[in-house]
């Protein structure tokens, strides 16, 4: 029996980097609610204008929305839009 441990993995930066990505929507997503803001709103407004007022501080969802580029975050929404929509 081969030990997978030994074996070299290989890693899809680009998949990893939309992983991410959906991880931390999710996760400022989950604070929005529970704070009891509409976080659909919340998002928009954020990506819309760059402004960091629009997402909670609440468990740190305006400092982990900030970790990454808007531009890819609205890509990553596109993407996984048409991907759901085909």
């Known amino acids: 029996m081969k030990d997978n441990n030994q074996q070299t993995r ?19 997503d989950d604070a929005l609610n529970e704070r009891g803001y509409n976080s659909v709103t919340q998002i928009v407004g954020y990506l819309v204008t760059n402004d960091p007022a629009y997402i909670s501080s609440y468990k740190n969802a305006r ?10 975050i609205l890509k990553e929404i ?9």
Do not use: G, H, P
Not at 78 to 86: G, H, K, M, P
């Open 63 to 72: 400092t982990l929305i900030q970790t990454v580029d808007r531009d890819e």
């Open 10 to 28: 290989i890693f899809d930066s680009e998949q990893v980097k939309q992983q991410n990505i959906k991880y931390i929507l999710k996760m400022v």
């Open 78 to 86: 596109v993407r996984s839009y048409l991907a759901n929509n085909e």
